[in-house]
């Protein structure tokens, strides 16, 4: 186990080293919704709600972009080589995989958390029960890296990891209604929306951030779970270490 | 000398290419064997297997006389690698990867301070321990992957083509290293495509190719084993009066030549005849200048095993 705290601490720092990858979850996010809820606002609805909507859409477009945090932990050139050194060493092959999720992890909910109460603070969203909303977004979270690392077992390879998952998050992202909500463009944009698994996440916390309405938490917190547990379980199959060699 | 490896009937398929066939080999205690072959020979392979990050189709590999697979961790615990490529983090120090990777063995406190003291003195890089890894010469870093290998005081270190692509200087200091290792104990399987270095430092050879070890033994037995042929080159002041075919009529040579007043004569191995050679020669009424008598180098070895026949 110490063995694998060493690894975690090590992976942690090397995140928090990553000025690219902090401005991807920080500036890059902030901007979207300062830019969005701008444009949005005014026009079609105050600017307070567009901030609103934005600032839910934005963070869970961040959270699922997380799969892109984790590839980069795990397979990132400089780091891949040396992970090499910790295949060969007695710490085993699933402190490998599993520090790299953990750290993203980690990283990615401090720096989101971070965003959401930033736009709070600044951008005068008001989030009913942001503690639960901050609790919630966890799980979410861990889907999203464990899909990125279980992703560069598969392709081992952190190019084809990012660009596969960042084009999968955009589209159901904008299916799901991120960037501008589709259920306005009539039933067949509408029926093509809701199938986006991202429609379902909005529509949690949309309605946890905004009526207090817990039903589809509970849901999304179990499925998110048992997700993440059956791609911890095909990292265990797919996970080679020869392909590090 | 006591085994501390045995490495029995490796046998290593990728797709439809056999890579290693039937390869065994024991290794032993303070020695360095090392491991040479073409490219494509399967030592690298080898290695891999040896290192427990490949599995082998068949065979098994004994450490201390217990399969590895037995005892995986433990084994990993007592082992030490040096890849070919330079498998380190360049934003952190010498120092703080040395840390990272020696933890990785379960040292901590002061022993781990100790281990970290050590590798960096064994590395020549005391000095520049707090220096980012991304500001060092190729040779500096291929110095510090090394000292990443041995920080922990493995029984056994596996180093994978390390001096590729470095100065005369690291080299030296590094094959230097490796002879300290020894004598301290250390147990070095070494790889590599320089001839020179495997002549500095070996105990024992293995010549692999197309997947099977087709040489082992010391390099003076190597050597041996094809050197059936001795040659000379004979400088003399003046060749006008000697015929080359005055030679083959001493018993044991086998061919000669005279050009620009040097003589170069191939004779039989196992039979003394320089006596005979250098009398006809002042015979002919000619002063001899110099003798040189060639012997087989590991180079000649190498090549007369694998062939001359450029490989992928």
């Known amino acids: ?245 | 000398m006591e085994k501390i490896m045995e490495v029995k009937n490796l046998e290593k398929t990728f797709g439809n290419n056999k890579v290693l066939n039937n390869v065994s080999f024991d290794v032993y205690r303070g020695e360095v064997l090392c491991i040479l072959g073409p490219n494509g020979a399967g030592k690298t392979t080898t290695i891999n297997i040896l290192t427990a990050a490949l599995n082998s189709n068949s065979g098994e590999v004994l450490f201390n006389s217990k399969p590895i697979s037995k005892n995986l961790r433990g084994y990993k615990q007592l082992l030490g690698i040096v890849p070919q490529d330079i498998a380190l983090y360049e934003e952190l120090t010498a120092e703080r990867n040395l840390r990272f990777f020696a933890s990785l063995y379960g040292l901590h406190g002061n022993s781990l301070d100790s281990a970290v003291d050590g590798a960096l003195e064994f590395s020549g890089l005391s000095d520049r321990r707090h220096d980012k890894v991304k500001t060092f010469s190729g040779g500096m870093k291929r110095r510090l992957n090394i000292a990443c290998a041995i920080a922990h005081h493995p029984q056994i270190v596996i180093m994978d083509e390390p001096t590729v692509g470095i100065d005369p200087q690291s080299r030296n200091h590094i094959l230097n290293s490796i002879k300290k290792l020894q004598s301290n104990g250390m147990t070095v399987i070494y790889t590599t495509h320089y001839m020179e270095e495997v002549e500095s430092i070996s105990s024992r050879i293995i010549i692999m190719d197309h997947g099977n070890i087709i040489a082992e033994g010391t390099k003076e037995s190597l050597k041996e084993s094809v050197e059936n042929e001795k040659h000379y080159t004979i400088k003399i002041d003046s060749a006008d009066s000697i015929e080359p075919t005055d030679f083959l009529k001493i018993i044991g040579v086998k061919s000669s030549q005279i050009a620009d007043d040097t003589i170069k004569i191939t004779s039989d191995k196992n039979i003394e005849n320089l006596d005979q050679i250098i009398a006809l020669i002042t015979k002919h009424g000619s002063k001899i200048i110099n003798i040189n008598s060639e012997t087989a180098s590991l180079e000649m070895v190498f090549l007369k095993l694998t062939g001359r026949k450029l490989r992928d």
């Open chain 1, 1 to 245: 186990m110490q063995r694998f705290f060493v690894i975690l601490k090590m992976d942690l720092a090397n995140l928090f080293k990553n000025l690219i990858i902090i401005s991807y979850n920080t500036i890059f996010i902030i901007l979207l919704i300062v830019i969005m809820g701008f444009l949005f606002g005014g026009n079609y609805a105050h600017i307070e709600d567009a901030y609103k909507y934005f600032t839910v859409t934005f963070i869970i477009y961040a959270i699922l972009s997380g799969a892109m945090t984790a590839s980069n932990c795990f397979m990132e050139r400089d780091i891949k080589k040396p992970n090499l050194r910790i295949i060969y060493s007695p710490a085993g092959s699933f402190s490998i995989y599993f520090s790299k999720l953990l750290a993203s992890f980690i990283f990615d909910y401090i720096f989101h958390t971070i965003v959401l109460v930033g736009a709070c603070l600044f951008l005068h969203v008001s989030i009913n029960n942001l503690p639960l909303f901050i609790l919630s977004m966890a799980p979410v979270e861990f889907m999203s890296v464990s899909f990125g690392i279980f992703f560069c077992c598969v392709f081992h390879n952190e190019e084809a990891t990012s660009t596969l998952l960042s084009t999968i998050v955009s589209i159901l992202s904008a299916l799901g209604g991120t960037f501008f909500s589709l259920d306005g463009m009539g039933k067949a944009m509408a029926f093509i929306s809701y199938i986006s698994p991202v429609k379902w996440l909005n529509i949690a916390f949309f309605r946890l951030a905004f009526d207090n309405n817990l039903s589809y938490i509970l849901p999304t917190f179990v499925i998110s779970i048992l997700i993440s547990v059956a791609l911890i379980i095909g990292c265990r199959f797919t996970f080679k270490p020869e392909d590090y060699l």
